[in-house]
């Protein structure tokens, strides 16, 4: 963070670890999230709350 309270844009994930650690299954489990999100709206009906 600058100072002035602003961000400079060099975040790092840390998630998934780093360096020579770094997890090798970060693809399969972002891919797996995104996957489990897309299916939402073919497996459920999303409406309003009735009343
Ligand atoms: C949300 C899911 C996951 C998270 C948050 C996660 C997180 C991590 C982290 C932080 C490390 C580093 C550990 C260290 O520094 O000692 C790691 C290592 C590892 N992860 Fe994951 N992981 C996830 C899913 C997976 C999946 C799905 C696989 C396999 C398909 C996997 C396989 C591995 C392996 C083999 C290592 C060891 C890498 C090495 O030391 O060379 N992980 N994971």
Do not use: W
């Amino acid at each position: 963070m600058i100072p002035d309270g602003t961000l400079n844009g060099d975040d790092v994930d840390f998630a998934f670890g780093f360096g020579r650690r770094i997890c090798v299954g970060q693809y399969v489990a972002d891919a797996s999230v995104r996957t489990a999100i897309a299916t939402l709206p073919a497996a459920f009906t999303f409406e309003k709350v009735r009343g």
